[in-house]
């Protein structure tokens, strides 16, 4: 079992910057990739980033890439979400998720590739 806890999420004005962070219980965070997902209200959850185990491999959204950083602390058992150039459609709860302790390079878009998720945290962008 793993625990996910959220922490960073707030109000930001646009054009803004926020950082999240996502700390893991248990001894098996190193070996998992991990993603960042948000939910916007009326809107299914959708994919964010991820970053594989060792944090050799990031992929992100279109609508967020190039202002959106994932990375990892192995040693902290913590996932991190640096978002920058904030916009207003970016308000949502952003869930971060892990996916199952396996080494692998693959990079993982879809919520069924995830097994645990954390409560969110909110992000609202005032325009």
């Known amino acids: 079992q793993v625990q996910l806890v959220e922490s960073g999420g707030g109000l930001v004005q646009a054009g803004g910057s926020l950082r999240l962070s996502c700390t893991a219980s248990?001894?098996?965070?190193?070996?998992?990739?991990m993603g960042w997902f948000r939910q916007a209200p009326g809107k299914e959850r959708e994919f964010v980033a991820t970053?594989?185990?060792?944090?050799?491999?990031?992929y992100y959204s279109d609508s967020v890439k190039g202002r959106f950083t994932a990375s990892r602390d192995n040693a902290k058992n913590t996932l991190y979400l640096q978002m920058n150039s904030l916009k207003p459609e970016d308000t949502a709860v952003y869930y971060c998720?892990?996916?199952?302790?396996?080494?692998?390079?693959?990079?993982?878009?879809?919520?069924?590739?995830?097994?645990?998720w954390g409560q969110g945290t909110q992000v609202t962008v005032s325009s």
């Open positions: 998720a892990a996916a199952s302790p396996v080494f692998t390079t693959r990079l993982r878009v879809s919520l069924r590739d995830y097994d645990y």
């Open positions: 248990g001894r098996t965070f190193s070996s998992r990739s």
């Open positions: 970053i594989t185990w060792s944090g050799g491999s990031t």
